[in-house]
């Protein structure tokens, strides 16, 4: 059987492109499916050296240190059986 020449070219063109999606999977969550890592505990955020997180909060350091208060108080966001 005969396969004309667009037709391999497009098969090696889409077979390029699965490859290079599959190897971008396997480094942005191959320590996820390898066990090396939990998927809830995310990566480092690429783009946190653009975005500034605290800029839109108003009297972002009295909340700042509210929040140290409450830690050193023992008033945490931990989760307690409450009966």
């Known amino acids: 059987m005969e396969v004309s ?3 391999t070219r ?7 492109v699965c490859w290079m999606w ?4 396997a480094r942005t969550d191959g320590a ?3 066990g090396w890592r939990h998927p809830w ?7 946190a ?3 500034h997180k605290d800029d839109h909060i108003d009297d ?3 909340l700042r240190a509210e ?3 409450d830690d050193k108080n023992g008033d945490g966001d931990e989760d307690e059986d409450e009966e």
């Open 5 to 7: 020449k667009v037709h």
């Open 49 to 51: 050296s653009v975005t």
């Open 41 to 47: 505990e995310h990566a480092e955020d690429p783009w």
């Open 32 to 34: 996820v499916v390898l």
């Open 60 to 62: 972002n350091e009295n």
């Open 67 to 69: 929040e140290d208060e």
């Open 22 to 25: 599959i190897f971008h999977r």
């Open 10 to 16: 497009l098969g090696e063109a889409f077979g390029f």
